[in-house]
Structure formats: C-alpha cells, structure tokens
C-alpha cells in the first residue's frame, strides 16, 4: 500500500537466532503500531510509538523488542527467535488521536517462520 | 482477557442475499469502533467505522450498527458479492484514555456463494 512499506515480506530463520523487522512510511503519521496475526487469536498488539525515541508496550510484547530513530522507521527485533514468534507481522500508522475516522492503515505484512 | 470477541470464526452466505457480522466487547470505555477487512498475502483494510454517539452508520452496501446497552456492533452487508470474501476484523479503542490503541477481535471468515 502506498505509504507503507515492510521488509521483508518472508523470513524463515533459526531458533535462537535476533531478527529485526522493518516498516517504513512516507505519510510523516506520528504514531506506528506493530501487530501480529495468528489463528484464532486476530490481531494483538506487540509495541506502539507514539513519536521518535517514544515507545510503549502492547498486550503480547515479551521477547520483543522496537526502535524508533526517526519518524519514518519502526524496527521491531526479536532477540532470540522461538518457535512460538512463527507468525505474521504487521505495522500500521496513524495520524494524531481522534483526526479522522479511518484508525490505522495497515502494511502488507511480514511472514516470518521459525524453525 | 478478550475484551473485543468475534464468535463466529466463519459465515457462508449466498450472493444476493445478506451477511451479518457480530462483534461483543467487554470494556464500557470503548467508544470508537471499526470494521476491517482483509484479504489473504494483504494488510487489513478499513471498512466502516462508528462513534459511541451513534447507534448506526451507512456507507453504500456497508452498515454498522452498535448498541451500547448490550455492548454489541454487527455488520451487515447487503447485497452480498463474491468479492466480499475475506476475512472482517472488529476494532474497538477508548479514545479519552489518551493511547488511542485499537484492540482486535478474532476475526470472522466470509465466504459468498455464487
């Protein structure tokens, strides 16, 4: 989607091994989200920011970790990859609290396997 | 603690007729609502949306309802297209607390029949 972009679209790595995920925007949104999806359970919220060096903890964010450096770029980096991360990851942006009625728009979405 | 449930993992309709959605949630806070929809290998994609101030929003074949008494939104999309296949997502936040977070329910599969 125009505006945000996510890298890489698949990954397959090791356990045990640190991973870092990327999602860059162009739409200069303040806030950056970072979900997973998995069966059964929808989308839960890893890590948020809420601007530069600005971050905070989302409902399942153990062995996880994000950056956020400058405005366009939102890294988040598993550690140590378990078995137990294998899943889909997407980031979403936002405009300010309560400006438009659209809530986030979401990336493409990152596959990561661990094995 | 699910505070946004969708308990009906999938839904089969036929073409022509109509699909509804429902989604409960927990948290009397919650005071803004969304409805996305996803495709397989794509992000989600925002549907419908409606403020706790309402009680029903339209947007061409799209309507949302929402009773706050029962803590209930549903869906309804009529007339249903084949193109309406995918998976729909209901989003709740709680807009005074100031984080402006959406929490997800589980997601329901549509599937319409040709």
Known sequence: DAGITQSPRHKVTETGTPVTLRCHQTENHRYMYWYRQDPGHGLRLIHYSYGVKDTDKGEVSDGYSVSRSKTEDFLLTLESATSSQTSVYFCAISEAPGQGSYGYTFGSGTRLTVV | ?114
């Open chain 2, 1 to 114: 603690d699910q505070q946004v449930k969708q308990n009906s993992p999938s839904l089969s309709v036929q073409e022509g007729r109509i699909s509804i959605l429902n989604c409960d949630y927990t948290n009397s806070m919650f005071d803004y609502f969304l409805w996305y929809k996803k495709y397989p290998a794509e992000g989600p994609t925002f549907l419908i949306s409606i403020s706790s101030i309402k009680d029903k929003n339209e947007d061409g074949r799209f309507t949302v309802f929402l009773n706050k008494s029962a803590k209930h939104l549903s869906l309804h999309i009529v007339p249903s297209q084949p193109g309406d296949s995918a998976v729909y997502f209901c989003a709740a936040s709680a807009r005074t607390s100031g984080t402006y977070k959406y929490i997800f329910g589980t997601g329901t599969r549509l599937k319409v029949l040709a």
